[in-house]
């Protein structure tokens, strides 16, 4: 048996290594040929733990990573794994995925293969059904169903643990209809992934749940931001313990209760933009989507405020930001709320140095040098007058006064509650405390 992947990104280079690294004959394919390279070299352009030693034990297993596309001509099953980014409207940018479509369609003309194509690419319902099945069968000129499979198989893994949740989902989704190809493809997941258990739906509601999914994840952030936002006006109320309280609740849950400065990242923004978008087209005024959004875009206002306050006024104050990644073990700064507090601060007229263990090259791609970057901790906080705890980098629990002695004015707004309980001889304000 032969595995394609198309797009080498987050979710397609983590199937394609550990698929590879389990023994199945896996082909990644990329149309960007000096990713393709350093991949091949064992190289993954971003940083995700556990990857580059899941790559590495696939390419020992023959894993071949190439920017060829008629090499699917020999394949079983062909997952797309491309982007599916953010237009300027909020509706998402199928460009990459029409352009993959057209491809494989043009390929599986001239193949006897009958593979499987597994959509994982994150698309709007009605996407598979009015796009992506008209394309593929208009340029191979074979039926859906009959001559080829045709799944939706929404993914769920999240950056910094993509390789266990690649191994371990925690739900497998095949949407499509009932076909030869549907039984091959449940019986080749019920192998690889025996202990998950596989839900066989619709195309239209496989699309919808992962929008389910990363709405109601989002849903969990705001409404534990808004509490976080009544706590600090409620003297020594404390929103963990609040979030460890409720989380007990079993109909509750405790994960994605965690407070901070909003969600970010390549998905969750992205994703709820989308589905607020889709709603509207469809008739439905989405209230609850639109309230989390906002609370969620609001949510850096609340650190603005507290500065501006505090060091009377923003313009020419030096102003250190700790951690650019949306959130730790990563490099990706794409739609992080630091980055965009940054760019609220610029606009202020502050003077900005940044840390981050892992994001400074990527964060120099977007403000070049119209902010300050510094490798280590007490270098960003010399003479600044204000520091802001954007990401929760493990390292920066083991700050302590030392490390804070050459701020010219000690002001620490803490947005992940890393410091709480701890004795630093600071300003000190917690998001989610009650001052
Ligand atoms: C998210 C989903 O969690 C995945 O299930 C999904 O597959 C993925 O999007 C996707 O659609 O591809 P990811 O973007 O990697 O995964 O990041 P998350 O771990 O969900 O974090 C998103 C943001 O929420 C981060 O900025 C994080 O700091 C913030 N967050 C998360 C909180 O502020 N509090 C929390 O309790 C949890």
């Known amino acids: 048996m032969k595995i394609a992947i198309i797009g080498l990104g987050f979710v397609g280079l983590s199937l394609a290594a550990v698929l590879a690294s389990k023994g199945y004959k896996t082909i990644g394919i990329d149309i960007d040929k000096k990713k393709c390279t350093s991949i091949a070299k064992g190289n993954p352009t971003f940083f995700e733990p556990e990857l ?29 794994t491309v982007g599916t980014p953010q237009r300027a409207d909020g509706a998402i940018e199928l460009s990459m995925i029409k352009n993959s479509a057209t491809k494989i369609g043009k390929i599986l003309h001239n193949t006897r293969k009958n593979p499987v194509i597994l959509i994982k690419s994150t698309v709007i319902p009605g996407t598979m059904k009015n796009i992506i099945l008209p394309i593929l069968e208009k340029n191979s000129k074979k039926k859906a169903g009959k001559d080829f499979g045709l799944i939706s198989n929404p993914e769920f893994l999240q950056e910094t643990t993509s390789i266990k949740d690649t191994k371990f989902p925690h739900a497998v989704v095949l949407g499509g209809y009932d076909t030869k190809y549907m039984k091959k493809t449940k019986s080749f997941f019920s192998k690889l992934h025996p202990k998950t258990p596989i839900v066989i739906t619709n195309h239209q509601t496989a699309e919808m749940v992962k929008y389910a999914n990363n709405s109601f994840l989002a849903t969990k952030i705001s409404f534990i931001n808004q509490l976080s936002n009544i706590c600090q006006n409620i003297p020594e109320a404390n929103v963990d313990d609040i979030a460890k309280t409720i989380g007990l609740d079993p109909r509750i849950g405790k994960l994605f209760l965690n407070a901070g400065p909003g969600y970010g990242g390549s998905c969750l923004p992205k994703d709820m933009k989308a589905l607020i978008n889709f709603a509207s087209s469809v008739g439905v005024k989405p209230i609850l989507l639109n309230a989390v959004e906002e609370i969620n875009q609001k949510q850096i206002q609340q650190i603005i405020k507290i500065i501006e306050k505090k060091l009377k006024g923003i313009s020419s104050k030096k102003i250190t930001v700790m951690g650019t990644a949306f959130k730790p073990d990563t490099d990706d700064v794409r739609d992080s709320i630091s980055i965009e507090l940054i760019k609220n601060l610029l606009k202020m007229k502050a003077k900005i140095t940044i840390y981050d263990p892992r994001a400074i090259e990527n964060t ?36 302590n006064n030392k490390s804070i002695k050459g701020m010219k004015r000690k002001l620490v707004i803490d947005c992940r509650r890393i410091f709480v309980g701890k004795k630093i001889n600071a300003e000190y304000y917690a998001l989610g405390i009650g001052k």
């Open 364 to 399: 120099k791609k977007i403000f070049t040098n119209k902010i300050s970057y510094k490798n280590s901790i007490s270098g960003a906080l010399e003479k600044s007058q204000c520091v802001i705890f954007m990401t929760h980098w493990k390292e920066f629990e083991k700050i």
């Open 52 to 80: 580059e030693k899941t790559l590495k034990k696939g390419l020992k297993n023959n894993l071949i990573i190439s920017n060829e596309f008629s090499l699917i001509k020999e394949c079983d099953f062909v997952f797309v």
